[in-house]
């Protein structure tokens, strides 16, 4: 049903695969649409308890398709508000875990579109680029805000202001990926991830992905009363009950995610 | 009580009524306002309600005027009818009205929002007045409220594009007392207003009468008024009582008197 995308739900994971392979699964007006539709899909499905945006082929994403706006006149700042931002605030708003299986080369927009994920498994055989800057651009959707909160300022600005290529070992050394995968087994692994993390609290690991970006813009007062809050509705969730129980019963919890 | 468009529970001394035409995103009808007047002053005048919790549902709070219902009016039809003026009504309550809100706080839900004393608002909550773009303005004290409450450019802004704000940008305005997550709104609204609720009454009832008198009287006449109602306050037994539970250093026990 979808056209520059797959998606399927299985045994709690939502797959959205960039399915553009011949563009290197670069962005299109069509493309965001249909990844915001998605992942509001995936985000309502309480079948759904885990989400990974990975590509087909070669890359994960090579960031906006160039040969889209070749003559035509962009309103870059009105681009980005109508497309991209929509996009990134839609992962952010999606209580839910968010894996960017990075299979390729993720670039520009790619790369923040990684970077706006809550985990990042990598490929051995991908790389990042922050390649805004070959083209004379800033980082876009979300790359100046994730980057820096990820990988320290310091790295970010080196970063973004060379437009450098990361290898998948450099990206993992500095944080940026959380775990390098085989190339031949990359699907596998990260299926295997994404089923651990679609078992676990859902609910919970919402509130956590809530508390902490907020928190990443809170100060501590504020922060320890916002955690309270979540804790107020953790500890009202079945999975909480069950956690216990379970403890107490000395046997491994079974978590529905509600 | 048989209401159709609201419903209306107590909980210990707080009065709790929810808006309730959910199918509408409780779009605020003539008879809805009637039936809600109605509750705010039943509650007003039953002694054992110490605070009033005016609420949605998480998706609306209110997310307008009932458009339908006012689409063919005519301007003498608008005047005869003057469907805006039970609406002052509200503004008559004695008791501290806080407001529970999440979802859309848009146009008329938004007028009625600003008509409480304290609001609660989740992290969802959307308000504006939207009423630009339909060819009209706000009619319930919206271009009058939110200026007093945000200040003229802002309410400007917000009232010229009809674009709603989200409940942080409302916090920096000190349009909202608070912004909690969208599954604790009602619930801490409830844990204040319990607290209010446990407040002397009468006293309660002075600081609100004074604190809006300080949104359209000339300060003068607003400390004039306060100073009367604190000198007033010395007839009531919770005066008695407060002050001396404070010097015997005990927790008072207020009679309500």
Partial sequence: MYETILYDVMEGIATITLNRPEKFNAFTEKMHKEIIDALKQAGKSSDVRCLIITG???????????????????????????????????IRNTEKPVIAAVNGVAAGAGMSLALA??????????????????????????????????VGIGKAL?????????????????????????????????????ARLAKLPTKSIGLIK?????????????????????????????????????????RSPVFTGK | MGYDYIKAEREGAVGVIALNRP?????????LIDELVTELERMDRDDSIRAIVLTGNERAFAAGADIGEMA????????????????????????PILAAVS???????????????IIIASETTKIGQPEIKLGVMPGAGGTQRLTKAVGKVKAMEMLLTGEPISADEALRYGLVNKVVPVEMYFHETMKLARKIAEQPPIAARLIKKSVLKAIDNPLSEGL?????????????????????????????????R
């Fill in chain 1, 56 to 90: 087909t082929g070669k890359a994960f994403n090579a960031g906006q398709d160039l040969s889209d706006m070749q003559g035509v006149e962009v309103d870059f700042g009105e681009f980005l508000r109508k497309r991209y931002n929509p996009m990134i605030m839609q």
């Fill in chain 2, 72 to 95: 063919d009016e005519a301007a003498i039809s608008m005047l005869l009818k003057d469907q805006f003026a039970v609406w002052d009504r509200i503004a008559g309550i004695s008791k």
């Fill in chain 2, 224 to 256: 004039d008024y306060e100073r009367n109602c604190f000198y007033l306050l010395f007839a009531s037994e919770d005066q008695k009582e407060g002050m001396r539970a404070f010097i015997e250093k005990r927790r008072p026990k207020f009679s309500g």
């Fill in chain 1, 117 to 150: 994920c809550d985990i990042r498994l990598v490929s051995e055989k991908a790389f990042f680029t922050n390649a805004f800057i070959n083209i004379g651009l800033v980082p876009d959707s979300g790359g100046c805000y994730f980057l820096p909160r990820i």
């Fill in chain 1, 158 to 194: 080196e970063l973004a202001m060379t437009g450098e290529k990361i290898s998948a070992e450099e990206a993992y050394r500095i944080g940026l990926a959380n775990k390098i995968c085989s190339a031949e087994n990359f699907e596998a692994e990260v299926k295997e991830y994404a």
């Fill in chain 1, 210 to 250: 809530r508390a902490m970006y907020k928190g990443v813009e809170m100060n501590l007062e504020e922060t320890l009363e916002y955690e309270a809050y979540c804790q107020d509705i953790a500890g009202s969730t079945a999975d909480h009950k069950e956690g216990v129980q379970a403890f107490l019963e000395k």
């Fill in chain 2, 23 to 31: 199918e509408v995103l409780n779009a605020l009808n003539l008879q």
């Fill in chain 2, 103 to 117: 979802g859309f706080a848009l146009g008329g839900g938004c007028e009625l929002m600003m008509n409480c004393d």
